[in-house]
């Protein structure tokens, strides 16, 4: 954990919280995923009804059609038998049509129905985990780079001096400001631990 690609903490306490709020974050994703995974099966059902209409329908014009065209040549009375089958064989084709349009509707509303079931509770638990791991896997790059120098470990003292508890300051030197300026290496080493420490990183060894 010591790697600076590794976007955990280093004490152990900040790591635990770190590494249950990921695994509660990726559990949640997972539940909502699911969610939208159901309801895109449930508006995909009423597709299937469509598929299935359009097929029944197209079947049932194609074979009133047929009946149509062999009635046709009956001497007399075919021209009037094959009129009410090619009737219902158009009408047979406008249900199909009908089928063919729910089935496009259902399949495309599936898809939005599952994603803004899903994207908005994910999004809002997932946007703020994100920004809160980036943000501290940056400031972990940082102070690791800065530590790892003399001029960026008296600037990480700097910080220390500006953003820590003035209890924490003295518990450093009785004297942290003049200390610093001095470049007292102990002192500066303190402070410095003091802005690791706070990012959720080990001290380093006094020298």
Excluded: C
Aim: glycine letters at 8%; a positive charge.
């Amino acid at each position: 954990m010591t790697s600076r690609y590794v976007p955990y903490a280093t004490r152990p306490h900040r790591f635990l919280m770190q590494f249950l709020s990921d695994v509660v974050v990726i559990g949640w994703i997972v539940i909502w995923v699911l969610v939208g995974v159901a309801v895109h099966a449930a508006v995909s059902a009423i597709a299937g009804v469509g598929r299935q209409v359009e097929d029944g329908a197209n079947g049932i014009s194609e074979n009133l059609k047929s009946a149509g065209g062999s009635v046709d040549g009956v001497p007399w009375i075919g021209d009037d038998l094959s009129k009410p089958l090619n009737a219902a064989s158009e009408a047979a084709l406008d249900l199909a049509g009908a089928g063919s349009s729910l089935n496009s509707t259902a399949t495309w509303l599936a898809w939005v129905l599952a994603i803004a079931v899903a994207a908005t509770p994910i999004l809002a638990v997932a946007g703020p985990w994100l920004y809160l791991r980036i943000r501290f896997f940056r400031r972990k790059w940082t102070a690791i780079a800065l530590a790892a120098t003399p001029a960026g470990e008296q600037l990480l003292a700097l910080r220390a001096l500006a953003n820590r508890p003035l209890r924490k300051l003295t518990a450093v030197s009785v004297d942290p400001v003049g200390a610093w300026r001095r470049e007292d290496p102990i002192a500066v080493r303190g402070l410095a631990n003091l802005e690791l420490r706070s990012a959720g990183l080990r001290r380093h060894p006094m020298p």
